[in-house]
């Protein structure tokens, strides 16, 4: 299995309310890391998973949390949304180690209104 | 902290031009990779070039070259005879243990 997917690709959600984002990442790859893309930027770091544990988060509140399971498949979760919160959000997995370098997935873009 | 600078929002050339897009970056880190990425409007980031800190040795794959400068901190990515299906938007990123600081991206439109 080759690849990272994301699910699902679209979704609405209303002020407040609660979110879960899927990623199912490329066989193999134990690490996974989520970014946030808002629209004309770059993305940017929200959290890094390894063997199930956070070891590295950017500038995000706590209301930004995730999982990754012991089929390193993952999710971002994200409480009390906000207007702001509207964006791409992308998936990437891969092996461990310094300059391996990222799968990414094609993203979920989330839409708060 | 990391920090990546894509000077260039948009770029528009003419077919089989050559087009060279911009990246300056900032870290303390003696040890880091600088990346770039190609997003087109599928939205999916796909790997093009990575180069590490101790390797300024530039390099030419196919119609893709890059220019690696630790002395002025610039990573600069040339694509030579453009094709219309190299639009999209680049992404220079630098990355420290995993954690990717990308620019703001350069929007490169190609026209037949």
């Known amino acids: 299995e080759t690849g990272v997917t994301q699910s699902p690709t679209h979704l609405i959600k209303t002020r407040g309310q609660q979110v879960t984002l899927r990623c199912s990442s490329q066989?193999?790859?134990?690490?996974v890391s989520w970014y946030q893309q808002a629209l004309g930027q770059g993305p940017q770091f929200i959290f890094q998973?390894?063997?199930?544990?956070?070891?590295g988060r950017g500038n995000f509140p706590p209301r930004f949390s995730g999982l990754q399971f012991p089929n390193y498949s993952s999710e971002l979760n994200v409480n009390a949304l906000e207007l702001d919160d509207s964006a791409l959000y992308l998936c990437?997995?891969?092996?461990?180690?310094?300059?391996?370098?990222?799968?990414f997935g094609s993203g979920t873009r989330l839409t708060v209104v | 902290a990391q920090k990546v600078t894509q000077a260039q929002t948009e770029i528009s050339v003419v077919e089989k031009e050559d087009v060279t897009l911009d990246c300056v970056y900032e870290t303390r880190d003696t040890t880091y990779y600088l990346f770039w990425y190609k997003q087109p409007p599928s939205g999916e980031l796909v790997f093009l070039i990575r180069r590490n800190s101790f390797d300024e040795q530039n390099e030419i794959s196919g119609r893709y070259s890059w220019n690696f400068q630790k002395s002025t901190s610039s990573f600069n990515f040339t694509i030579t005879a453009s094709q219309v299906v190299d639009s999209a938007v680049y992404f220079c990123a630098c990355d420290n243990f995993n954690k990717f600081y990308f620019g703001s991206g350069t929007k490169l439109n190609v026209k037949p």
């Open positions: 066989s193999g790859h134990n690490t």
């Open positions: 990437a997995s891969s092996l461990p180690g310094q300059g391996i370098g990222y799968t």
């Open positions: 998973y390894y063997r199930e544990e956070e070891n």
